[in-house]
């Protein structure tokens, strides 16, 4: 009997493999096999066994059911007629009336095949056929992922794929589909001769992958085909050629593998093509990075990030990134401590800026370390930094930086906390072309070139007390904090160039620091007072809110920030955040700052997210006053982006986005659109404008259709 079960479990790998769905197994299941039927007879005469009556037989968690199941001992054939019905421990159930096989698996056929998936996806043929021992051939072939109209079982699925001949070859492992043609709602849309794909058992294959049309202002009618080549299990490459009616071809390419140690991936695309009347030139990009392991505590990597000229990946719509940076780096980690070196270079993508400045660091080296608490609970900290920067046209500055510190945490007890903390920054700068009165990256004046040196020392003592009340349905607390930041009032020799420390931005979350300063060039000097409250409120539920205001006072005049950061004064500009989240469909965060002297607003950023799945809006608000920046070129900003989602029913779903600069009085983007999806089918439409507008970019309209079939992947089509 053990052959006919062999024989049996075939059928079922010859349709579940042929479908790309099930797990095929051509080998026998050596467990034991139970045989129940109402009857069993033996000829002996002519070698034969037949079980009859409510035949079922159990091997391995496999259940066949049949009417009549015959074993010819002598033809060493197995044939299954009736009702039959073969349960896969997976769920997968396969039906057919008659099946015959030889028990060597070589030879076989199956007549009226029917596969219910245990994904609910459904097969069927009027015939297969095995031979050679691999190679599986189904007549009339059927296949459909889509659940059955319960009121009307007999009507056609959402979508099918119908074929003439199937043909799977287990030693090429490929499924050939002949005559093959795609049916929705039983009305055949698209047709083939012949297509191919790999069989469930082939993980990668060679081959062609899902194609994009396109219609743009600026390409014209352009199509993407990409293909797959398998190089190996570990690496692997897509070549794809974009081919538009308005500009050359582009070949994009991307190669990946896999190490033992780490991985890399190596991407980029180039053609040659006319640009702003000039003639023909190369254009192109890469995109590459890779990490790698050395040992338990260091790596190393690359990031290579780089354009031809600064339109040339958003005219493509490859990437809208306005600073593309390249870095290589190695790295450790011991314990608390972490250290590194590292490359940089930098290449602005926007009309304005200008690379010939752009800084090129080599090398950047940084060492952090954190003792283990001492006695007193305390610990040490020392950041190490070296850096050479260095400019096409411009400065070139040398640095050499240690700070190094002690912090000391304690609660009182009373209950109120306490964190006192020094530090000492040392730093050597050697530089070249240094204006003193200026930060200019490419002075024209008298500069300054030569070693200067700074010894920096602070100290902080932080305090808060929070009070707690518990009540039967909000529990609060309340915070007041306050520090004191003691250094000396000089701080910052001109002939120090600011690098690091431009872009400041003053908010709730730098009150508190003992250095302001987001580097190590400009360092924050003097004595100032810090102080806020806080009030937290926790419900009994999921929903809780904060609010906190904070100031600064400086003791001195020696402050070293610029006008419009909040700290050009010695009362700094009034912070503070409202985050509250009353409800799991509601969450508003609220930053904000004031001005000290009249309350008018300098900065308000707002993030709201509102709503159940089935209507929910997401909001983000911004808000610059134009006195609130270092910069003279930029009047006030004010700018609201908002995305609306619904959830209409099970099925389908819809999305409205836009994007308005409210002090220019224009908008900067808009779209929306529309889903459908099920358990086979999904559809996507959606509509963009962009109003984006630089050198060669013009304003451009966008509609995208995508429609994903499942096990056949998505097609998309860009207007």
Partial sequence: MRSWARGIFFALALLSATMANSRAQDRPDESPILLTADQVTYDE?????????????????????????????????????????LLEPSGDVLFADYVELTDDLEEGIVENIRLLMADRSRAAAARGIRTSGNRTVLEKAVFSPCELCPEDPTRAPLWQIKA???????????????????????????????FSHPDPTVDRKSGFLSPTLGLSDTLGFNFRTPYY????????????????????????????????????????????????????????????????????????????NRATDKTYLRFYDFDSDPILTSRAFTEGFYDRNYASIEALAFQGTRSFDNNEESPIITPLANYHFISEPDPYGGHFTADANFLVLSRIEGRDSRRLSLVSGWTRPYVAPAGDIYRFGASLQSDVYWVDGVDPDSDQQDPTGDTFSGVEGRLFPQAFLEWRYPFVRHGETLDQVVEPIASVVVGPNNGNPDRIPNEDSLDIEFDDTSLFRPNRFTGRDRVDTGQRINYGLQWSGYGRGDGYAE??????????????????????????????????????????????????????????????????????????????????????EFDDREEISGVIRSRLTENWSAFVTGRRDIAASRTLSYGGGVGYADDCFDIRLTFRRNFYRNAEIEPETAILLTVGFKYLGAFGAQF
């Fill in 229 to 304: 080549i398998n190089i190996a299990p570990d690496k692997d490459a897509t070549v794809t050629p974009l081919v538009t009616t308005r500009q050359s071809v582009v070949l994009l390419g991307e190669y990946r593998q896999r190490f033992n140690d780490g991985e890399i991936e190596l991407g980029g695309s180039g053609t040659v093509a006319e640009r702003d009347g000039k003639g023909s030139e190369f254009r192109g990009h890469i995109d590459s990075f890779g990490r790698f392991d050395i040992d338990e505590h260091w790596r190393w990597g690359f990031d290579a």
């Fill in 547 to 632: 609010v906190f205001l904070g100031q600064s006072y400086q003791l001195d005049d020696s402050t070293e920030f610029p006008k419009g950061s909040g700290l050009e004064d010695n009362l700094s500009d009034i912070v503070g955040r409202l985050e509250a989240s009353p409800h799991r469909y509601l969450d508003l965060l609220y930053r904000f700052r004031f001005s000290a002297e009249d309350l008018d607003p300098q900065r308000n950023e707002v993030r709201l997210r509102a709503g159940p799945p089935v209507f929910n809006l997401s909001l983000s608000y911004a808000y610059l006053n134009a006195d609130a920046t270092a910069s003279e």
């Fill in 164 to 194: 003439v001949r199937v043909v799977h070859d287990q030693e090429e492992k490929t499924i050939e589909y002949q005559d093959a043609w795609m049916e929705i709602f039983g009305v055949p849309i698209a047709y083939t001769p012949y």
């Fill in 45 to 85: 005469e002519l070698g034969i066994v037949t079980a009859s009556g409510n035949v079922e037989v159990a091997q391995g968690g496999r259940v066949l059911q049949a009417d009549t199941l015959t074993y010819n001992e002598r033809a060493k054939t197995v044939t299954a007629s009736g009702n039959v019905a």
